[in-house]
């Protein structure tokens, strides 16, 4: 090989599984002539192993193996979350009809008959390669996207309502133990929905919301306007593409046992929903979480797997320190313990509001054109609470 055929980058990581060290050794050779870095197994336990350390681009399995099949192999990859991703290629002499669509049923996306040519097997690795490789650049995008989008409306919530904003966080907090817990696959919808099921509540005064989240009486009005919200915030939703799911997981928030569901990926997230709504409604009343949990499972009306998951849930004990600081020693983080005023008493952030970059930007520009030595009341995360640093 020349040097300069050394120096050039790899075309990718493919692993070749077969028990026949012949077969190993011509595939490792003629991949590694075509610039892939190759990992060579005669094992499919040990190909397993190696993946979950190093997960490659792509795998090569013969299906007849001692100890473990090539069907096993493949059907264990597609159940890890990390690794289920990866292309998997048959090379095997069984070449019937019933044999590769039990192998495209167990997971794999091509199959090559034995005795193969290089050729061809060089042209089907190229080809999911580059498949390979699209979606996973699409699946960047999207996230970005996705993540723009989320963050701008979580940055709302917070602006608006910090009210809507720290019950949004302990829904988060509750949803994400139950699918941690119950080890749900791709629970990306799930997180959304918990960190958005709230916006529809922002065109709702902060009194209407607080007495109708924690079961007070309301007027038929704003019984309505808070009936409403789900229906809203999935509206805003569903005109955002990819997020059509998380639109009807909120829309489902409050009765998801109710009609059949449109999207049968959504049914699951809209009952873990709804159950970390009314698990934090409990507990904003003034209830233990174990009295929270007690209730709900004496409705009957909850999956006992979800409500095992929180058995030993508790909501993280938060202490803050009162700080009194200059708008230059702000920090992400932390909380204002007062609304902040503009010129003629314009409100420009809510008392209880999270700051981020933004939000002390915003105050570092309002706070130029009246007094930059201005001290600003917070509370600062995660020390103990005394009384306001005078300094």
């Given at each position: 090989?020349?040097?300069?055929?050394?120096?050039?980058?790899?075309?990718?990581?493919?692993?070749?599984?077969?028990?026949?060290?012949?077969?190993?050794?011509?595939?490792?050779?003629?991949?590694?002539?075509?610039?892939?870095?190759?990992?060579?197994?005669?094992?499919?336990?040990?190909?397993?192993?190696?993946?979950?350390?190093?997960?490659?681009?792509?795998?090569?399995?013969?299906?007849?193996?001692?100890?473990?099949?090539?069907?096993?192999?493949?059907?264990?990859?597609?159940?890890?979350?990390?690794?289920?991703?990866?292309?998997?290629?048959?090379?095997?002499?069984?070449?019937?009809?019933?044999?590769?669509?039990?192998?495209?049923?167990?997971?794999?996306?091509?199959?090559?008959?034995?005795?193969?040519?290089?050729?061809?097997?060089?042209?089907?690795?190229?080809?999911?390669?580059?498949?390979?490789?699209a979606?996973?650049?699409?699946?960047?995008?999207?996230?970005?996207?996705?993540?723009?989008?989320?963050?701008?409306?979580?940055?709302?919530?917070?602006?608006?309502?910090?009210?809507?904003?720290?019950?949004?966080?302990?829904?988060?907090?509750?949803?994400?133990?139950?699918?941690?817990?119950?080890?749900?696959?791709?629970?990306?919808?799930?997180?959304?929905?918990?960190?958005?099921?709230?916006?529809?509540?922002?065109?709702?005064?902060?009194?209407?919301?607080?007495?109708?989240?924690?079961?007070?009486?309301?007027?038929?009005?704003?019984?309505?306007?808070?009936?409403?919200?789900?229906?809203?915030?999935?509206?805003?939703?569903?005109?955002?593409?990819?997020?059509?799911?998380?639109?009807?997981?909120?829309?489902?928030q409050?009765?998801?046992?109710?009609?059949?569901?449109?999207?049968?990926?959504?049914?699951?997230?809209?009952?873990?929903?709804?159950l970390?709504?009314?698990?934090?409604?409990?507990?904003?009343?003034?209830?233990?979480s174990?009295?929270?949990?007690?209730?709900?499972?004496?409705?009957?009306?909850?999956?006992?797997?979800?409500?095992?998951?929180?058995?030993?849930?508790?909501?993280?004990?938060?202490?803050?320190?009162?700080?009194?600081?200059?708008v230059?020693?702000?920090?992400?983080?932390?909380?204002?313990?007062?609304?902040?005023?503009?010129?003629?008493?314009?409100?420009?952030?809510?008392?209880?509001?999270?700051?981020?970059?933004?939000?002390i930007?915003?105050?570092?520009?309002?706070?130029?054109?009246?007094?930059?030595?201005?001290?600003?009341?917070?509370r600062?995360?995660?020390?103990?609470?005394?009384?306001?640093?005078r300094?």
């Amino acid at each position: 090989m020349s040097p300069l055929a050394e120096q050039a980058p790899s075309q990718g990581n493919i692993m070749v599984v077969d028990d026949n060290p012949a077969n190993l050794k011509l595939l490792e050779d003629m991949l590694r002539q075509h610039r892939y870095d190759v990992q060579s197994f005669p094992r499919g336990r040990l190909a397993l192993l190696a993946a979950e350390e190093e997960p490659p681009d792509l795998i090569l399995l013969d299906i007849n193996m001692p100890e473990m099949d090539g069907y096993e192999v493949c059907a264990q990859l597609k159940q890890s979350e990390r690794l289920a991703g990866i292309p998997v290629i048959f090379l095997s002499a069984l070449d019937a009809t019933e044999d590769k669509v039990k192998g495209f049923q167990s997971g794999a996306v091509d199959y090559i008959s034995k005795p193969f040519q290089f050729e061809e097997v060089q042209a089907r690795v190229e080809t999911h390669l580059k498949l390979r490789r699209a979606q996973q650049a699409e699946h960047d995008l999207l996230e970005k996207t996705l993540g723009g989008a989320v963050g701008t409306l979580w940055e709302l919530v917070q602006l608006t309502s910090p009210v809507l904003a720290a019950r949004t966080r302990t829904i988060q907090e509750i949803a994400a133990r139950v699918t941690k817990r119950m080890r749900i696959k791709d629970p990306w919808q799930s997180d959304l929905a918990a960190t958005l099921c709230l916006v529809g509540c922002l065109a709702l005064p902060d009194d209407v919301f607080e007495r109708a989240y924690t079961g007070q009486e309301l007027s038929p009005d704003e019984h309505r306007m808070f009936q409403a919200h789900p229906q809203n915030a999935a509206r805003l939703l569903s005109k955002i593409p990819r997020l059509e799911v998380v639109a009807e997981i909120i829309r489902r928030q409050q009765e998801p046992q109710l009609e059949p569901f449109v999207m049968e990926e959504a049914r699951q997230g809209a009952h873990i929903l709804h159950l970390a709504m009314e698990m934090d409604r409990r507990i904003y009343r003034g209830a233990s979480s174990s009295s929270a949990l007690a209730e709900l499972r004496a409705t009957h009306r909850f999956d006992g797997r979800m409500l095992e998951a929180l058995d030993t849930y508790s909501p993280a004990p938060t202490e803050f320190e009162m700080r009194r600081l200059r708008v230059r020693d702000l920090r992400t983080g932390m909380i204002l313990e007062k609304d902040f005023l503009g010129n003629g008493d314009l409100l420009i952030l809510k008392k209880g509001t999270t700051l981020s970059e933004t939000w002390i930007a915003r105050l570092e520009n309002f706070a130029k054109a009246r007094d930059p030595q201005e001290l600003i009341d917070v509370r600062v995360p995660g020390t103990r609470v005394r009384e306001i640093d005078r300094r």
